[in-house]
């Protein structure tokens, strides 16, 4: 069971937005930065969103974050066929003193 | 641009030590800001940290609680290489493993390209 609880799925259509959510706690979320990862089939997780919005260089806006309290929020437009990949929330707990990652949640583009 | 180089077997024995190496170039292992972690993947769990070593006037480790008993996490400064040890193993620790570097607000930046441990006799 992961500390940070994601939708195991979603989907959506070629060009449309998709929103994964990713809810977690005080110890978590709610006083710590947020990261949001891409993961494709035989290559390693790629840092989309980190500091709960803020993207590093070469990701494209159509990849953004938010964060309110102990939620966050990682969303999608303009949805290609190559965005189909596995999503993970991730951040810091401060009462487990380690590293906590969601569940993943299963992108589709149908 | 910063790069990590994973190394080390891909097959370890039920109730071995799996270890694991990750070469940094472009950084340095004693960065003040950075720290340095290894991360674990399989189908049934999903992305899990493990644990990080870090440097800050002195050296610090953070495991993640369910493998603290069995793990070891060392810097290897004169090769700026960070490893993994992780003992007794079961067929549970089969998984893909990565390095990676890690900041407080940037999230994990920079990625190791994995190792696929197996752990079967």
């Known amino acids: 069971q992961s500390v940070l609880t994601q939708p195991p799925s979603v989907s959506a259509a070629p060009g449309q937005k998709v929103t994964i959510s990713c809810s977690g706690s005080?110890?978590?979320?709610?006083?710590?930065?947020v990261s949001w990862y891409q993961h494709l089939p035989g290559t390693a997780p790629k840092l989309l969103i980190y500091?709960?919005?803020k993207r590093p260089s070469g990701i494209p806006d159509r990849f953004s974050g938010s964060k309110s309290v102990t939620s966050a929020t990682l969303g999608i437009t303009g949805l290609q066929t190559g965005d189909e990949a596995d999503y993970y929330c991730?951040?810091?707990?401060?009462?487990?003193?380690?590293?906590?990652f969601g569940g993943g949640t299963k992108l589709t583009v149908l | 641009q910063v790069q990590l180089q994973q190394s080390g077997p891909g097959l370890v024995k039920p109730s071995q030590t799996l270890s694991l190496t990750c070469a940094i170039s472009?950084?340095?292992?004693?960065?003040?800001?950075?720290?340095w972690n290894w991360i674990r993947q399989s189908p049934s769990r999903g992305l899990e940290w493990l644990g990080r070593?870090?440097?800050?006037?002195?050296?610090?480790?953070e495991y993640t609680v369910s493998v603290k008993s069995r793990i070891t996490m060392n810097p290897h400064t004169s090769k700026n290489q960070f490893s993994l040890q992780l003992n007794s193993v079961t067929p549970e620790d089969t998984a893909m493993y990565y390095c990676?570097?890690?900041?407080?607000?940037?999230?994990?930046?920079?990625w190791g390209q994995g190792t696929t441990v197996t752990v079967s006799s």
């Open positions: 500091d709960n919005n």
């Open positions: 991730g951040t810091w707990d401060s009462s487990q003193n380690a590293g906590v």
């Open positions: 005080s110890s978590n979320i709610g006083n710590n930065y």
């Open positions: 472009g950084d340095s292992v004693f960065s003040t800001s950075a720290a």
């Open positions: 990676a570097r890690g900041y407080v607000d940037r999230g994990l930046d920079v």
């Open positions: 070593t870090y440097y800050r006037s002195k050296w610090y480790n």
